[in-house]
T-cell receptor
Framework: GAVVSQHPSRVICKSGTSVKIECRSLDFQATTMFWYRQFPKKSLMLMATSNEGSKATYEQGVEKDKFLINHASLTLSTLTVTSAHPEDSSFYIC???????????FGPGTRLTVL | SQQGEEDPQALSIQEGENATMNCSYKTSINNLQWYRQNSGRGLVHLILIRSNEREKHSGRLRVTLDTSKKSSSLLITASRAADTASYFCATGLLSGGYNKLIFGAGTRLAVHP
């Protein structure tokens, strides 16, 4: 149990375009989903936290107009990187947790390359 | 911002040896969790230890927590080549009704056959 999927696993896009990444909890209801960014050989940096049906809470320094997060249902959250630039190239990982649960279950990640 | 610092940054051992990784943090926590990440993949949850616990075991894994020193350790006994991965500690902080994780820098473990 506790499987989280991400789609796509890899995406290459041109500078200036927008990219949407989906995160789904497959076998449980995720009241809270988290989005992280990871640079090569570095740790995960929390970008934002989203609760189903409400606006996401962004960490300090993360541009909410740049990284749009939607958590429309208990099994789906999306991250849209708007007007992508090469510096947005990174590994994006989502995680999900059930109500009042301490453990987060992570998706396999999405590698974004902006040319 | 990162809460934890891990030590060592990299560890190289032979199969059968034990591997110990340490994690230090700065603020009060609700729990501390250890995760494993294979190169280019997502994270796999290994073990969670609550702030009122001192030691926890899971198979070949042993985790300790010392809240007075704000530190934790992960011991992998009888290591195998398949244990090669990066290991991250993450401190759990209650925030807005959910458990927010702040990750350490990670330890890259290489186990040689």
């Amino acid at each position: 149990g506790a499987v989280v999927s991400q789609h796509p696993s890899r995406v290459i896009c041109k500078s200036g375009t927008s990219v949407k990444i989906e995160c789904r909890s497959l076998d449980f209801q995720a009241t809270t989903m988290f989005w992280y960014r990871q640079f090569p050989k570095k740790s995960l940096m929390l970008m934002a936290t989203s609760n189903e049906g409400s606006k996401a809470t962004y960490e300090q320094g993360v541009e909410k107009d740049k990284f749009l997060i939607n958590h429309a249902s208990l099994t789906l959250s999306t991250l849209t990187v708007t007007s992508a630039h090469p510096e947005d190239s990174s590994f994006y990982i989502c995680s999900a947790s059930a109500v009042r649960a301490d453990t987060q279950y992570f998706g396999p990640g999405t590698r974004l390359t902006v040319l | 911002s990162q809460q934890g610092e891990e030590d060592p940054q990299a560890l190289s051992i032979q199969e059968g040896e034990n591997a110990t990784m340490n994690c230090s943090y700065k603020t009060s926590i609700n729990n501390l969790q250890w995760y494993r990440q294979n190169s280019g993949r997502g994270l796999v949850h290994l073990i969670l230890i609550r702030s009122n616990e001192r030691e926890k075991h899971s198979g070949r894994l042993r985790v300790t927590l010392d809240t007075s020193k704000k530190s934790s350790s992960l011991l992998i006994t009888a290591s195998r080549a398949a244990d090669t991965a990066s290991y991250f500690c993450a401190t759990g902080l209650l925030s807005g009704g959910y458990n927010k994780l702040i990750f350490g820098a990670g330890t890259r473990l290489a186990v040689h056959p």
